[in-house]
């Protein structure tokens, strides 16, 4: 169907050149009838049909999460929705900042396990008002202080432009 042909593709391609790697087959999307062409041997061909298949009767949900979750979520250095994603073979699952909402496409039992995880993630805030110097040091040259927090320990650290003296982070 040509509302799930985005998935088939996937991001920048990615689930069709998995498919043409696992399945053994080259494929090819025609943009102007959305159809897929499939070159293979018999079998690589069953193969890359069935997957297809699989891919288009995924169920999709969205799960509120707060706005806290979200951020931290999609924060760069978090890698979070790496590790479900290998713990879930086969799940999407993505957020967007400021969603207030994780996207989870897969089965059943995929879509629970991940929804799952979400209700069981507990974090832990702390905003702390930092001085004109203390926010230099914080944020050090071109954000390379919290980027190498962030990295290191796997945070989400916000920090609003700085417009006074003072700032919260």
């Not at 760069?76 to 993505?94: A, I």
């Not at 909402?101 to 059943?108: M, N, P, S, V």
Request: proline content about 2%; charged content about 30%.
């Amino acid at each position: 169907p040509k509302n799930r042909l985005g998935a088939v593709i996937g991001k920048n391609g990615s689930m069709i050149k998995l498919i043409e790697k696992t399945c053994h087959v080259q494929m090819n999307v025609n943009s102007q009838n959305d159809h897929i062409s499939i070159k293979g041997s018999d079998d690589a061909v069953r193969q890359a049909v069935i997957e297809i298949e699989r891919i288009i009767n995924l169920q999709e949900d969205e799960v509120a999460i707060s706005d806290s979750i979200c951020n931290y979520l999609s924060a760069r250095d978090v890698k979070v929705l790496d590790q479900w994603r290998e713990d879930v073979p086969g799940v999407y699952v993505d957020t967007t900042r400021g969603s207030g909402k994780l996207t989870i496409r897969g089965d059943q039992h995929q879509i629970e396990l991940i929804t799952r995880k979400v209700q069981s993630l507990n974090l832990t805030a702390e905003k702390r008002q930092l001085s004109g110097k203390e926010v230099a040091l914080m944020v050090g040259r071109k954000g390379a202080s919290i980027d190498r927090l962030c990295s290191e320990y796997e945070i989400c650290i916000l920090a609003p432009k700085q417009d006074s003296e003072t700032s919260t982070v």
